[in-house]
C-alpha cells in the first residue's frame, strides 16, 4: 500500500509557476513509476508527466513539454512537478498517482493521492 498527499497547488498569474509536490509513504516508494495527472471541470483526467523508478526516465504530455519539470528524491519519498510559464488552460484539480510500471492512462495507476488544485489567471 502506498499512500500519496499532493501539495503546493494555488492561484498564480499567467507566466508564473508553481510547485507541486508528492509526498509518499508505506510500501517503497522508490521502485514505483509515479505520474501527474489533472482534471478540469467537465472534462477528464488527462497525463501531464511521469517519471519512471528504475532508470528516471521522464514523460510529459505534448502540452506541458518545455513547460514542466517532473523529479523525485527518493531518500525523502518525494517526487515533484515544476510548472513554469503556466497557462489558464493548465487551471486544473492535479493528481499523483502510483504504480508498479509507468503508464499513460489514468486506469493504470493504482494509488492516488486527493489532490490539489492549481489555477492560472489571465
Known amino acids: 500500500q502506498v499512500q500519496l498527499v499532493e501539495s503546493g497547488g494555488g492561484l498564480v498569474q499567467s507566466g508564473g509557476s508553481l510547485r507541486l509536490s508528492c509526498a509518499a509513504s508505506?510500501?517503497?516508494?522508490?521502485?514505483?513509476?509515479v505520474g501527474w495527472f489533472r482534471q478540469a471541470p467537465g472534462k477528464e483526467r488527462d497525463f501531464v508527466a511521469a517519471?519512471?523508478?528504475?532508470?528516471?526516465?521522464?514523460y510529459y504530455a505534448d502540452s506541458v513539454k518545455g513547460r514542466f519539470t517532473i523529479s523525485r528524491d527518493n531518500a525523502k519519498n518525494t517526487v515533484y512537478l515544476q510548472m513554469n510559464s503556466l497557462k489558464p488552460e493548465d487551471t486544473a484539480v492535479y493528481y499523483c498517482?502510483?504504480?508498479?510500471?509507468?503508464?499513460?492512462?489514468?486506469?493504470?495507476?493504482?494509488?492516488w493521492g486527493q489532490g490539489t488544485q492549481v489555477t492560472v489567471s489571465s
Open positions: 517519471i519512471n523508478w528504475s532508470d528516471g526516465s521522464t
Open positions: 508505506g510500501r517503497t516508494f522508490s521502485r514505483y513509476a
Open positions: 498517482a502510483a504504480d508498479t510500471a509507468y503508464g499513460s492512462k489514468w486506469f493504470e495507476y493504482d494509488y
